[in-house]
Nanobody, 127 residues
Framework: QVQLVESGGGLVQAGGSLKLSCAASGVTFSSYRWYIMGWFRQAPGKEREFVAAIRWSAGSIQYADSVKGRFTISKDSSATTMYLQMNDLKPEDTAVHYC?????????????????WGRGTQVTVSS
């Protein structure tokens, strides 16, 4: 059973940085059907929303407009850990952040196209 585990969240002041990790057990991010991964987040009382996605084979990356220029998605050389570097954090970035696999293979931004999901890591940005 493949599992995704997020870590790296915490409390930071506005303007600060955090680096989230998404560790995969039992698979590498270059494997068949694991070559598109995404980050999402869910703020209190709000719907879960798309943050970023990467298609490893093509090196394609897409970001939500709200994080473009501030967040960077990457992976380590072993391709078992994915990262989300978050800079210039804002209070509106406060949310539980999740990583997930795009099971549709369509390089999607839709939640329904992603499975499995990690349990998330809390990011809190104070003003």
């Amino acid at each position: 059973q493949v599992q995704l585990v997020e870590s790296g969240g915490g409390l930071v002041q506005a303007g600060g940085s955090l680096k989230l990790s998404c560790a995969a057990s039992g698979v590498t991010f270059s494997s068949y059907r694991w070559y598109i991964m995404g980050w999402f987040r869910q703020a209190p009382g709000k719907e879960r929303e798309f943050v970023a996605a990467i298609r490893w084979s093509a090196g394609s990356i897409q970001y939500a407009d709200s994080v473009k220029g501030r967040f960077t998605i990457s992976k380590d050389s072993s391709a078992t850990t994915m990262y989300l570097q978050m800079n210039d954090l804002k209070p509106e970035d406060t949310a539980v952040h999740y990583c997930a696999r795009d099971s549709s293979g369509s390089y999607s931004r839709r939640l329904i196209d992603y499975d499995p999901w990690g349990r998330g890591t809390q990011v809190t940005v104070s003003s």
